[in-house]
């Protein structure tokens, strides 16, 4: 019988001769996984949990990070671009899919407003939880999903900051928006969301129309230069100043930067 359990264990495993610590790194990074935050900024992190760990252990928590990631608590992602400095994300590094660990990709493929197929899932947890599904395997969770999802026999669960209460995944087939083949897409029982990445667009909204005028503008090099900042019919249209509506520091004459608020999971799909 396949069994796929519900909640995410813990690693009993020490940093620094003490299991607590361990434990609440874990459970810090949960609370952001539960709200389908997977990969966390290293920086927001060190920010909002470094004076809990020193007033609680005594312990500096970029080097309990750093602990953590030799023993495969967790995993640290780089984000490269030019002419910015590399930004380091941190997520579980899991050694098993449960209910519990799907549903946390699912809230971050809803966080995005994306499609949750099966590709992009399996996509999401090799990347996320440096962990890969084997086929037969994943075959056996969509099954127990389709016969568990009409289910509504309570399930007490002992990490999740919510309230899932019944069996919080619905599985359905579907064609993919992209490839057209027949595939699952897996969503969150009772609250579902509109992907925006159907391949629809509408031409006649007026931030279209503004996207359409800045493409045609940039390509006139005898405008305006070609990389110092957004033609004028885009950022009045837009009401924005200095060209930030895709690219921070790209007034004036620099570069265009990618917005890095924008990064969390936009490189999964």
Request: with cysteine; hydrophobic share 35%.
């Given at each position: ?133 084997e086929q ?7 099954s127990y ?115 890095s608020s ?8």
């Amino acid at each position: 019988k396949f069994n796929f359990d519900f909640t995410q264990p813990y690693k009993n495993v020490e940093i620094n001769n003490s299991p607590k610590i361990s434990h609440l790194l874990q459970q810090e990074m949960i609370k952001f996984a539960s709200a389908g935050e997977l990969l966390v900024s290293k920086d927001e992190f060190l920010e909002k949990n470094a004076e809990e760990f020193q007033r609680k252990f005594g312990a500096d928590l970029e080097d309990v990070i750093s602990k953590a990631e030799k023993i495969n608590v967790l995993h640290t992602t780089i984000r490269k671009f030019i002419d910015t400095k590399p930004l380091y994300y941190i997520g579980l590094l899991l050694d098993v899919l449960t209910i519990e660990s799907l549903t946390w990709i699912v809230k971050s493929i809803r966080n995005d407003m994306m499609t949750p197929t099966e590709k992009l899932i399996l996509s999401r947890i090799k990347e996320c939880y440096g962990l890969k599904i084997e086929q037969n395997f994943w075959k056996n969770v969509i099954s127990y999903i389709l016969n568990a999802q009409n289910d509504k026999t309570p399930i007490k669960t002992y990490n999740s900051y919510d309230n899932l209460g019944i069996f919080p995944l619905r599985a359905q087939k579907i064609q993919d928006p992209v490839t057209h083949a027949d595939t699952y897409v897996i969503f969150l029982r009772d609250k579902e969301w509109e992907p925006e990445d159907q391949g629809y667009v509408d031409e006649n909204t007026p931030e279209w129309r503004a996207f359409v005028n800045f493409v045609e503008d940039f390509f006139k090099e005898d405008e305006f230069p070609r990389m110092g900042g957004l033609p004028t019919s885009f950022t009045q249209q837009q009401g924005v100043s200095g060209g930030n509506a895709f690219f921070s520091g790209g007034g004036g004459g620099d570069t265009p930067k990618p917005n890095s608020s924008n990064l969390n999971n936009n490189s999964f799909s």
